[in-house]
Nanobody, 115 residues
Framework: QVQLVESGGGLVQPGGSLRLSCAAS????????MAWYRQAPGKQRELVAV???????NYADSVKGRFTISRDNAKNTVYLQMSSLKPEDTAVYYC?????????WGQGTQVTVSS
């Protein structure tokens, strides 16, 4: 069992940067694969980035080269560093922890990219 809380969202201009954090509570954080998803109104939720343990990563083509996912197991936290933000990055961003056959989701944090 793990609980996830995202933070760091907000309003940013195109070309700007934001860093999202996802803090996990519960035991066994290092055993979970962690991922960031996003969902815009009227659109399907899409995978943005995933990180295993130790640190294998994969990214959606739309964010590759602009976003970086990382984790700090000592702090039970996963991060998403976002740069060169575009209006199409606007969405609610969700953190997900996965272990065996179970998925756990955070509440989401809003990212709005607008001039």
């Amino acid at each position: 069992q793990v609980q996830l809380v995202e933070s760091g969202g907000g309003l940013v201009q195109p070309g700007g940067s934001l860093r999202l954090s996802c803090a996990a509570s519960g035991s066994g954080f290092s055993l979970y694969a962690m991922a960031w998803y996003r969902q815009a109104p009227g659109k399907q939720r899409e995978l943005v980035a995933v990180i295993g343990n130790p640190g294998m990563t994969n990214y959606a083509d739309s964010v590759k080269g602009r976003f970086t996912i990382s984790r700090d197991n000592a702090k039970n936290t996963v991060y998403l560093q976002m740069s060169s933000l575009k209006p199409e990055d606007t969405a609610v961003y969700y953190c997900k922890a996965s272990r065996l056959s179970r998925d756990y989701w955070g509440q989401g944090t809003q990212v709005t990219v607008s001039s």
